[in-house]
């Protein structure tokens, strides 16, 4: 999520079920809907709202091959290379021995890799200053739906009746 | 939107067809004549890796490590092709033993977690621990009449202090390693395990008839007993049936190893089946979810396996203990080096390729990747428990051939026959089940 900036219409349901109804109907009239919030993840929430699937999966097995390849790269040269060292009588470059570091490693770097490309590609990273907040009760009992007005043809009185129609017990205007 | 999907029907009768039936029978009969064809090579000194040219010096081989084992194999005299029988009958009885048994296991467990997605695929698992009563048989026959082949620790003279073949070190285990003690713990395996099944089975199946949660409720008592007694009697069988083969050397992690070992193959059967049942139009109720969860748990499991197979291999390459690294020895190095292939091929079918393979979403919730791979894990632990049984065994003389083929194929005919007429017994889908609309409607996405 890049910069939302411009006029939103806010959309606020008090049911999961009927926000995940709402969804198709409203997509199918033409509204393009940016975002969803909820207090907890809805099943088949993704798929209706047409998000393309992550593919932090692909990172995660990037991160996780850099991970595997440096805790070898460091163990053979600093054990094996660099400073030959004989420990329990095995040779300087035993692989059985560095298995369990190389899976630490391994580990760590998809974990730390994948928390970072998350901040990143979401914008929540330390130095973004700019947290969006369409209605604070959805991170409590209501669902929100978050309508950007500069991405949509529709007029606003249209797509306000359709949120209404939907079951959307409020519908607020939101400028940022 | 697991409401929007339309369940289909979970009135559905497993037809264990009389072609399927033929099948197997061909299957049997084609094991049953590799069998004969592999007893006739070996026994005329062909087919093995043993064969007569280098025959003399592969037994002065064999001599040198087992000397150096501590097993001095006095009284060794049975011909090695009849060896090679009994072993292969006990690695396929453990190891198929192992399979039925997770059947009942899975059940167990999913029972105590009060789990609600296996419901609709239940059956499968609850079929398979009906093969053990086959199994039981086979091992007690083994053991009976081919017991001096298989286990060192049978001889006699092991126990004769001031005898020449007396063993101070395996004469410290005879309060466990016994005759009469081990048959009793054998039979007194089959009998609980297959008891349990029983009292688990019949509660299911008088579910699916009167309905109502008291079954359920039961069934988890029950369940949650045999997770007790299996927690003692998985680590105890593992020592009986595969580590007291190596009698002088132990492990405290194998009775996790052998668990492990059958836990991933017990779950690639029941994946497998409930993937091959979808292709006959079967369990149309599993959805993606659930053969996701399946694929899930193969793959997770294989890296279990392959976790405790390291950290056993870790520790005692670690600590280079001589009576404890000689097992490794035997199978590196020992024999000519013949079991260094099986060894490595066990570890690449078990960890590397399931590994690779179920790693992405999609390949866990496609047939066809579900196939190759659970086969992969099917057969990879079928060469683990060969890699474990055979060099203590038939050592040198072992071999792959006709004969390990042909049981191996006898087996799993025979256990696709149990499978087949228990899962036509019953409606395919626990229709009464408490949990079966929460199983319905298993959604991941």
């Known amino acids: 999520m890049a910069e939302l900036t411009g006029k939103y219409l806010v959309g606020v349901y008090d049911d999961d079920d009927t926000v995940l109804h709402a969804v198709p109907k409203l997509r199918k009239s033409g509204v393009k809907i940016e975002e969803v919030y909820s207090p907890f993840p809805i099943h088949g929430l993704d798929e209706a709202l047409g998000h393309p699937r992550t593919r932090i999966g692909i990172a995660a097995f990037m991160f996780g091959v850099t991970g595997c390849c440096c805790a070898l790269t460091l163990m053979i040269w600093t054990m094996g290379i660099d400073w030959p060292m004989i420990i329990g009588g095995k040779d300087p470059i035993s692989i059985p021995n560095y298995i369990p570091i190389t899976f630490e490693l391994t580990v760590l770097f998809t974990a730390f890799g994948m928390v970072t490309t998350f901040f990143i590609s979401n914008g929540m990273g330390p130095a973004s200053h700019f947290h969006p907040r369409f209605d604070f009760r959805s991170t409590d009992n209501k669902f929100v739906m978050a309508i950007n007005m500069g991405s949509n043809a529709m007029s606003e009185d249209e797509i306000s009746r359709a949120l209404r129609d939907s079951g959307a017990e409020e519908v607020n205007i939101k400028q940022f | ?445």
């Open chain 2, 1 to 445: 939107m697991a409401s929007a999907h339309s369940i289909p029907s979970i009135e559905e009768r497993f037809e264990f067809t009389s072609g399927a039936k033929r099948n197997l029978m061909i299957g049997g009969a084609v094991g049953l004549a590799l069998v004969l064809v592999g007893a006739y090579l070996a026994a005329n000194g062909g087919g093995g890796h043993e064969v007569a040219a280098h025959g003399a010096e592969a037994a002065g081989h064999a001599g040198a490590e087992h000397a150096a084992a501590g097993h001095e194999a006095a009284g060794h005299h049975t011909a090695g092709w009849i060896k090679r029988i009994w072993a292969n009958l006990w690695v396929n009885g453990v190891y198929f033993t192992g399979i039925s048994v997770i059947g009942l296991f899975f059940i167990s467990y999913n029972y105590l977690a009060q789990a609600g997605w296996s419901a609709v695929f239940k059956r499968v698992p609850e079929a398979m621990p009906a093969f053990l009563p086959f199994t039981g048989v086979i091992m007690l026959l083994t053991f009976v009449f081919g017991g001096h082949d298989l286990f060192h620790w049978t001889h006699a003279g092991l126990y004769e202090v001031g005898g020449p073949e007396y063993d101070p070190i395996i004469a410290g285990k005879q309060g466990y390693l016994n005759t009469p003690f081990f048959l009793g713990r054998l039979v007194f395996y089959f009998v609980v395990w297959y008891w349990l099944w029983k009292v688990i089975r019949n509660l299911s199946l008088q579910e699916d008839e009167i309905g109502g949660t008291e079954f359920y409720e039961k069934s988890i008592r029950f369940g949650t007993a045999f997770l007790v007694v299996f927690g003692v009697t998985s680590s105890t069988s593992a020592w009986d049936f595969v580590m007291s083969i190596d009698t002088h050397w132990f492990s405290t992690m194998f009775g996790w190893y052998t668990l492990a070992s059958w836990h991933v193959s017990g779950l690639a059967v029941i994946t497998l089946t409930v993937v091959m049942l979808r292709d006959r139009g079967y369990l149309r109720a599993v959805n993606k979810s659930h053969l996701r969860d399946l694929g899930k748990f193969v793959f997770a499991f294989s890296i279990f396996w392959t976790y405790v197979w390291f950290a056993q291999f870790l520790l005692i390459y670690y600590a280079n203990l001589p009576e404890e690294t000689i097992y490794f020895i035997e199978r590196f190095s020992g024999y000519e080096g013949y079991y260094k292939a099986p060894f490595f091929i066990t570890l690449f079918l078990n960890f590397f390729f399931p590994f690779l393979v179920l790693m992405t979403r999609d390949s866990k919730y496609t047939p066809s990747i579900l196939k190759v791979a659970c086969w992969s894990v099917i057969i990879g632990h079928y060469m683990d428990f060969y890699t474990n049984i055979m060099p203590g065994t038939v050592g040198s003389e072992a071999s792959f051939g006709p004969l390990e083929w042909g049981f191996f194929l006898i087996f799993i005919c025979a256990f696709t026959w149990s499978v087949a007429s228990q899962l036509s017994k019953a409606n395919l889908i626990p229709r009464n089940h408490p949990m079966l609309e929460e199983s319905l409607h298993h959604d991941i996405a």
